[in-house]
């Protein structure tokens, strides 16, 4: 049994074959039990977000773990085994580890150090638990990449390699804006889940002189306005409805509802705007970017402008993969002890029965020995039985975690504490060659 994980990211596909493949909460649950009816899978967790699926499986075999997840991941998404084998990357074993603390990091993020995704994973390994489709490796799993996500921002400065994809976006509407701050400006929040709570935070701190918010459920964009005036920042709310009037007021709009539909589009432009969409499926319509003066910043677009790295990030990101060497090492050293306990408890199960046999004869044998004297018999053979094992078992677990190749004699040596035979002799004293003969 080993990890698969079975994916396809802003590295690997077009924005548009993500949202296809993008999963709501409802969607994930169904897909999750769907995973684990299939013959070669045990557990299974599935991290949806903007920039990337994921699924990851325990599977009792590689070939058919793949194409059981390929097979479960077509008939849900509607996208064919054939369109998603080109977009798609498989990682297994250590490999498989080694990528979801990748993630759960911000390595293998659309802006590298981005902290946002930790979030994310944190909240999809909750859900997972929360149906039951994880197990002890993948609770495991998850519990590991969340520790290391949490040492590579605290250890290393790759927080300063890059933000989240709010803030790039937030930086990339300044530009367009040609400001150097959002002070004096006034900007439109569309939704009020996390996305959105994160770009009214952020345009908060950025001095905006007032936000607009807009959501579905007015009870929520109240909640988010209500954050927002605490924080110290005017916020007005609106109707979802009258969103289009809100567009014209504002010098940006901000999109994050994740709906089934666009929240504006060409028609609801009557003049210059400053769009930006980050949600998947996309909230925003393509068409507005053909109206004059209309500026569209989606998850595309920033695929196609993140920039390169630093020195001092580089740096930065080499102390950060050594942290995920690290500790994908000590997770599948774990997985190998795993392995070979219940080899272990079979070595010891077999022991006891051999030990309770044998005893047994001996009993019958020594008839006019009392029940005293047998039971003092008894416990010297259970303690020398004991001590027979405790070597082995101890070393089975360190050979098993050391990953290490070794010789069968050494393996004899290490599992019974047998030392090698140490010879010193001075030179002199060796024979010559031709005495060998």
Known sequence: MSVLVVGMSHRSAPVSLLERLSMDDAVQHHTSEALLKQPSVSEAMIISTCNRLEIYAMTNAF?????DVLEVLSDISGVSEAELRTY???????????????????????????????GQV??????????GTVGPTLHLLAQTALHTGKRVHTETGIDDAGNSMVTFALDEALKVLGAESFEGKTALVLGAGAMSSLAA????????AKLIIANRT???????????????VPAEVVDFNARAGAVARADITVSATASDGFTITAEDLSGPAVLVDLSLPRDIADDVSLRDGVHLINIEYLHTTRGGMSGQDASALE???????????AFSAQQRVRDVAPAV?????????????????LRAKLAHVD?????????????????LLHTPTVKIKELAASDEAVRVDAVIEQLFGLDRAAIAVDAQRLPLPQELN
């Not at 070939?63 to 194409?67: D, P």
């Not at 408890?345 to 004869?361: F, G, H």
């Open 319 to 329: 102390a950060a993969e050594r942290i995920v060497a690290e500790e994908v090492e």
């Open 371 to 387: 029940d005293d004297d047998f039971e003092q018999i008894t416990r010297a053979v259970k303690r020398i039985v004991d001590k």
């Open 122 to 131: 944190r909240t999809s390994y909750l859900d997972a638990a929360e149906r």
């Open 88 to 118: 798609l990357y498989v990682r297994y074993a250590d490999a498989a580890a080694e990528h979801m603390l990748t993630v759960a990091s911000g390595l293998d993020s659309m802006v590298v150090g981005e902290q946002q995704i930790i």
């Open 201 to 208: 935070t952020q345009l908060g701190k950025r001095g905006v």
């Open 63 to 67: 070939h058919a773990g793949v194409q």
């Open 345 to 361: 408890a079979k070595l010891r199960q077999t022991a006891s029965e051999v030990q309770d046999l044998e005893l047994e004869r």
């Open 218 to 232: 007015r009870s929520r964009a109240e909640r988010l306005a209500e954050h927002a005036r605490e924080a110290g």
